[in-house]
């Protein structure tokens, strides 16, 4: 059964990093030419925070990271990250690798999504 697990989440101070992990567990190429990550804290809706679209290696992030957070993959293409700098509180949330089957540069629609994590938990204290 195709799946995404991720890791890497866990409690930071505020200006710190983290890095995420996002494997891609028996998916197909065709499952998998866009990546992306959404963010969902206590309280609010789910958030899409960035996006890759593998083939040419083109990334989008929503405004609220842009900047500080950079997505990509290792060289075999079969996991994801989710580099996260200058952490602040504001970006408390569980975090959840998904692959997105069409409208790439749609950071934000979860329409699109074919495949979510299970999410990893990010805490940034203050």
């Known amino acids: 059964v195709p799946r995404l697990e991720e890791s890497g989440g866990g409690a930071v101070q505020a200006g710190g990093s983290l890095r995420l992990s996002c494997a891609h567990v028996?998916?197909?190429?065709?499952?998998?030419?866009?990546m992306g990550w959404f963010r969902q804290a206590p309280g609010k809706e789910r958030e899409g925070v960035a996006r890759l679209y593998v083939n040419v290696r083109t990334t989008y992030y929503s405004n609220s990271v842009k900047g500080r957070f950079t997505i990509s993959q290792n060289g075999a293409e079969d996991t994801t990250y989710l580099q996260m700098e200058r952490l602040q509180p504001e970006d408390t949330a569980v975090y959840y690798c998904?692959?997105?089957?069409?409208?790439?540069?749609?950071?934000?629609?979860?329409?699109?999504?074919?495949?979510w994590g299970q999410g990893t938990q990010v805490i940034v204290s203050s």
């Open positions: 998904v692959a997105v089957k069409y409208n790439c540069d749609h950071v934000n629609d979860q329409d699109n999504v074919v495949l």
């Open positions: 028996d998916t197909r190429d065709e499952t998998t030419f866009c």
